[in-house]
């Protein structure tokens, strides 16, 4: 039992998130580089071409030659079992990624130094701050010019609405780049660029080391009157209060020069939450409860033409996952066998004996599996935020060849169970209408149906703005809104009616017309 519970607390599940461009990639090698995952970092190139790529990672793997079939790298570090989630790059999959950010217990968020907050940082960090999500900063491109530090937290300070705690501060930046200072262990780590993973970095202890004013010349006294600066104007790091969601470390440094990670990496298995307990509709399931549980966040085609399966990724909330075990598969209420799962352990990709909370772990799914999907030892539970967004972009699909009228129904179910897109079928009429968060959606949706289910379907434009899923405690008023607003009423693929609005204004006018029901933007899996 003690195993179970030590094998738990050694467990740090995260993702990486970031404005495109930050150095989320570059972030995340690196990052696997310093955790032994991959022996030799090198710049991805010609990966810009690979935009369109549903993971950054596959681009990498192809660059790089490197196995991360998946999107989920597990590797040891300092004691600790460290699982890095992969966040789709593109921001049409973002929805994705918002799933993804429900299987972590923290996230670190990168920042570029010469761009600071940027539009999409905003919008994930709004993702993170509703189940109030640890967050660690990364200031990334000290290579280059940028902002003044300072500046830079007072950025994320005001427009992300979190306290800033400086745990490592740049000494220069550009080509006066000469290291950074730890304010904690209270020591210089001189700067030397590099794309190898190093241990033999120089150090200077002591702020007041004479060594400093040999080596660094004017900057030494620079250093010290801006630390104190710093530390007078700065929040001090408060473990509870980045627990909380509610104060930010921050690093800085050069992901492309594998510099600052070490010290970013060192401070994220000390201080990042281990497995955390997780909301059900019922009750909150700890993780250090004894019998098994987990959900299901992601689930992603096989990235092996070859095979048809495709791979359920389930978090696992609490208990021990064993090879084989059997498991209450809780929205069809029927016990399932496990004989094939996989982690994701970076150096040997063996099939899993056995997993703990915060693991992940990658299950061959025929079609049973869906997002959402809570598995158990017996006990009716179902796991919540987990939500479906309302898209904002839809389109009317259309055969070529209507005898496939059943395929292409069957395609867009399937597809819809893995949240590549969303289905919505009108009450009053026959389409069939895709929703969708981002336009490329579209084109992967209609390639993979073509591949994996023969059919050739077009998309055209169809009159629909935006949608919300509409519920109401008035029974009778429920009703009448059915039969009354039935042209704008549709049922998703898992039978919950949607309104469906040409516009804005209609929506708008919908809401005001009936107060008695709710129009909801995001519904819940499951
Ligand atoms: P992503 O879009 O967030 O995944 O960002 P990438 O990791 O692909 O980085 C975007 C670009 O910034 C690439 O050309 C990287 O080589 C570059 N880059 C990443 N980190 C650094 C850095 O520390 N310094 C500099 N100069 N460039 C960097």
Redesign the pocket.
């Known amino acids: 039992m003690t195993d179970r519970l030590t094998e738990t607390a050694r467990r740090r599940t995260f993702a990486?998130i970031?404005?495109?461009?930050?150095?989320?990639?570059?972030?995340?090698?690196k990052v696997l580089l310093f955790g032994g995952a991959i022996q030799l970092a090198g710049?991805?190139k010609g990966?810009?071409a690979g935009r369109h790529a549903t993971s950054?990672w596959m681009t990498m793997e192809k660059e790089r030659g490197i196995s991360v079939t998946s999107s989920v790298m597990q590797f040891p570090y300092d004691g600790r079992i460290v699982n890095l989630l992969d966040t789709p790059?593109h921001e049409d999959f973002s929805e994705d990624t918002y799933r993804v950010l429900t299987a972590v217990d923290s996230a670190l968020m990168?920042i570029?130094v010469a761009k600071g907050v940027e539009e999409r940082t905003i919008k994930l960090m709004e993702v993170c701050r509703l189940r109030d999500t640890p967050i660690m900063t990364f200031i990334?491109?000290?290579?280059?010019e940028g902002k003044e530090p300072i500046e830079l937290l007072d950025e994320v300070e005001t427009v992300l609405n979190i306290q800033c705690a400086p745990i490592t501060w740049p000494i220069g930046m550009g080509k006066r780049l000469k290291g950074i200072y730890h304010l904690y262990a209270d020591k210089v780590i001189l700067y030397k660029p590099s794309t190898e993973r190093r241990q033999d970095y120089d150090e200077i202890q002591g702020l007041d080391n004479p060594e400093l004013d040999t080596l660094l010349g004017t900057q030494a006294d620079e250093l010290r009157e801006e630390i104190e600066l710093v530390k007078g104007a700065s929040h001090e790091f408060d473990l509870q209060a980045y627990l909380d969601g509610k104060l930010t470390p921050v690093y800085f440094?050069?992901?492309?020069?594998s510099?600052g990670i070490r010290e970013l990496l060192d401070g994220f298995v000390e201080n990042a939450p281990a497995p955390q307990a997780r909301p059900t509709t019922t009750r909150k399931v700890e993780a250090a409860e004894e019998p098994f549980t987990g959900f299901v966040f992601k689930i992603q085609a096989n990235m092996d033409p070859q095979h048809r399966d495709r791979m359920a990724f389930m978090r696992i909330c609490s208990g021990k996952f064993e090879k084989g075990m059997k498991v209450k598969h809780v929205r069809i209420g029927k016990d399932v066998k496990i004989p094939d799962a996989l982690t994701f352990m970076a150096s040997d990709r063996e099939h899993v004996e056995d997993a703990y909370p915060g693991d992940i772990i990658g299950l061959h799914n025929h079609g049973s599996i869906r997002i959402g999907d809570t598995f158990t030892m017996g006990e009716n539970l179902q796991f919540t935020g987990i939500p479906n967004f309302a898209p904002e972009l839809f389109r009317r699909a259309q055969l070529r060849d209507p005898l496939k009228m059943k395929q292409l129904q069957k395609g867009l179910e399937q597809l819809c169970e893995e949240g590549a897109t969303q289905l919505f079928k009108p009450i009053n009429n026959n389409d069939l209408i895709l929703g969708a968060v981002g336009v490329l959606q579209f084109d992967v949706v209609a390639q993979r149906l073509k591949d994996e289910y023969k059919v050739d379907a077009m998309f055209e434009g169809v009159n629909v703005q935006t949608a919300r899923w509409v519920t109401s405690t008035n029974e009778k008023k429920f009703d009448e809104f059915k039969t009354k607003a039935a042209q704008n009423l549709a049922y998703d693929h898992a039978g919950e009616l949607v309104y469906i609005a040409p516009t804005r204004i209609n929506l708008q006018m919908a809401q005001e017309k009936w107060p008695d029901i709710k129009f909801h933007s995001t519904r819940e899996h499951g």
């Open positions: 990486i970031s404005h495109p461009d930050a150095g989320k990639t570059t972030m995340t090698e710049t991805i990966r810009k950054d790059g990168v570029d990334n491109k000290l290579d280059r440094g050069t992901a492309l020069n510099f």
